[in-house]
């Protein structure tokens, strides 16, 4: 196994205050994967993001999108979880193709709208769900609760649908999703329960946020699934490694244009670039939700 990375809280920097005191501590992925969110509120990332090389990169061509989650996974887990482990989440969670098909030129659309729910979150969660099963405790049940917009919740709820241990409560603002996403996060079933909150989507991660500070909920082991997760973000590293490894000559720049609503899938990207992944330019589109474009 490689050495463990350890996980550190973004608000550990803060001034304490008052009811507020930094997190100091380091976590191991299991820990942060578990926890969800830091103690401070703050979002766990990695002390440091381990390098790929290029001929590693290169070495996936031609092959199918679960060789590359083997690869980019064992970087960051291999301290903590064995490769016949990490093989196998791999391969049942991507036993579906990611196309990449060509637009013009040398212009191609990702299609990572395979999966069972036909959204990119698809591909995050369900690795998420499946790391989930695999570290936590068999004596504990855990709760898993999220927030969405719409798309989201139903790839998290399908994700983790008849995952034994495990209660998944959807948070989603009533009125403010589509008519067929509604249909899909009320009846997705079994462990899954979707609540209509009556707000925007930031009242239902205000919840979210709250809920995993209150520590009289402390003894409902609650998880995030939402993208203040890094065990989102993990995943949607994986395909900007596979699209690079199927369509560049090694070494050659690439752009990425990455539709963003909460950007945790550019940041998915952005990770890859700091593993080595020659990302020239990063382009982050957004809609009429225009809050970070304004903060810029």
Do not use: H
Not at 171 to 194: C, F, H, M, W
Request: charged letters at 25%; proline letters at 6%; aromatic letters at 10%.
């Amino acid at each position: 196994m490689s050495a463990m990375i350890r996980y550190y809280s973004t608000n550990r920097n803060l001034a304490p205050g008052a009811g507020f005191a930094p997190f100091w501590k380091t976590v191991s992925f299991r820990e942060a994967l578990l926890m969800g969110q830091a103690p401070d509120e703050g979002l766990f990332m990695p002390e440091m993001v381990p390098p790929l090389p290029m001929d590693e990169i290169m070495a996936l061509k031609g092959k199918p999108c679960r060789e590359a989650a083997c690869l980019v996974a064992g970087r960051f887990l291999g301290g903590e979880l064995d490769a016949d482990k990490l093989r196998w989440i791999s391969e049942d969670a991507y036993n579906f193709d990611v196309p990449l098909e060509q637009v013009l030129d040398r212009k191609y659309v990702m299609r990572l709208d395979q999966g069972p729910t036909a959204s990119f979150n698809d591909f995050a969660a369900r690795m998420m769900a499946r790391l989930m099963s695999m570290v936590r405790d068999p004596e504990k049940r855990l709760n898993v609760l999220v927030a969405t917009s719409g798309d989201t919740g139903s790839a998290v709820g399908e994700a983790f649908k008849g995952v034994p241990g495990i209660e998944v409560t959807i948070l989603y603002p009533r009125g403010e999703v589509s008519g067929r996403q509604k249909k899909q996060l009320d009846t997705i079933g079994q462990n899954v329960r979707a609540i209509s909150v009556d707000g925007k989507f930031d009242d239902c991660q205000d919840l979210v946020k709250q809920a995993f500070a209150d520590p009289a909920l402390e003894n409902f082991n609650l998880v995030s699934a939402n993208s203040i997760n890094f065990g989102r973000i993990l995943p949607q590293t994986i395909y900007y490694v596979y699209a690079y490894s199927q369509l560049a000559v090694s070494g050659e720049e690439i752009v990425f244009s990455v539709p963003s609503g909460n950007f945790g899938n550019a940041l998915g990207c952005e990770y890859a670039r700091r593993m080595g992944l020659p990302v020239r330019t990063l382009v982050m589109p957004t809609n009429e939700n225009d809050e970070f474009p304004r903060f810029f």
